[in-house]
């Protein structure tokens, strides 16, 4: 069974703090993603990467990092954690050529900053 | 204007009715188009994505696209409770990201 696995479901922070999100996959997929997903605004797409070492900034990258040190890892890092970044993250994968261009999404961790 | 609009709903459809959801974009040189469903609490799995003009089927789900007036949806026939979740469109443009509305919450009574 294919899998996309986060760390964490629950996480509460503090403002300021250095907050590490971690999601593995085990498909052997090119092309990993990092979304937050909030109320009436969808999920909004923060960092993607298409290969190992490499990144791309989504539509929301302001206050977030990567890190993609191996193929099957992508970490989002939020270099100091403020309210406004509590969310739901969602990693995803998928692999490059796939006919239907499918995503696999982990099951999400829910983010708290107080 | 957003780029991928859908209504949030909530649409409530009875048992066995036909479930009619509709997504517009406003990239007209968008080429790939997805519907994900989206139980409560869980994360998106794709059901149906469609490239061409036209009408796409899978079992209880039909797909359909018209790019010249740029929109999208998605009809669910033979509608169970089961089928009860939000649905997000999702569109690729010409940027080669992919762009989620913010969903349609359909809820299916018996």
Same mark, same amino acid.
């Given at each position: 069974? !294919?899998?996309?696995?986060?760390? #964490?479901?629950?996480? !509460?922070?503090? +403002?300021? %703090? ?6 593995? /996959?085990? &498909?052997?997929?090119?092309? &990993? ?9 969808g ?5 993607? $990467?298409?290969? !190992?070492? &490499? ?7 302001? @206050? ?10 992508? #970490?989002?890092?939020l270099?100091?954690? $403020? +309210?406004? /970044? +509590?969310? &739901?993250?969602?990693?995803? #994968?998928?692999?490059t050529? @796939? %006919?239907d ?7 999400? +961790? /829910?983010?708290?900053?107080? | ?14 048992? *066995? ?27 998106? =799995? ?7 003009? *036209?009408?796409? =089927?899978? *079992? ?42 913010? *969903? ?7």
């Amino acid at each position: 069974d !294919v899998k996309v696995t986060q760390s #964490s479901r629950y996480l !509460v922070k503090r +403002t300021g %703090e250095k907050v590490f999100l971690e999601c593995v /996959q085990d &498909m052997d997929h090119e092309n &990993m993603f990092w979304y937050r997903q909030d109320p009436g605004l969808g999920l909004r797409l923060i960092y993607f $990467s298409y290969d !190992v070492k &490499m990144k791309e900034k989504g539509d929301i990258p302001e @206050g977030y990092s990567v890190s993609r040190e191996k193929k099957e890892r992508f #970490s989002l890092i939020l270099e100091s954690a $403020s +309210t406004n /970044q +509590t969310s &739901m993250y969602l990693c995803a #994968s998928s692999w490059t050529g @796939g %006919e239907d261009e499918k995503l696999f999404f982990g099951s999400g +961790t /829910q983010l708290s900053v107080l | 204007q957003k780029e991928v609009e859908q209504n949030s709903g909530p649409l409530s459809v009875p048992e *066995g009715a036909i479930a009619s959801l509709n997504c517009t974009y406003s990239d007209r040189g968008s080429q790939s188009f997805f519907w994900y469903r989206q139980y409560s609490g869980k994360s998106p =799995e794709l059901i149906m994505f469609i490239y061409s003009n *036209g009408d796409k =089927e899978d *079992g209880r789900f039909t797909a359909q696209l018209n790019k010249a007036s740029q929109y999208v949806s998605l009809l669910i026939r033979d509608s169970q409770p089961s089928d009860s979740a939000t649905y997000l469109c999702a569109v690729r443009g010409n940027t080669d990201k992919l762009i989620f509305g913010t *969903g349609t919450r359909l809820q299916v009574f018996p």
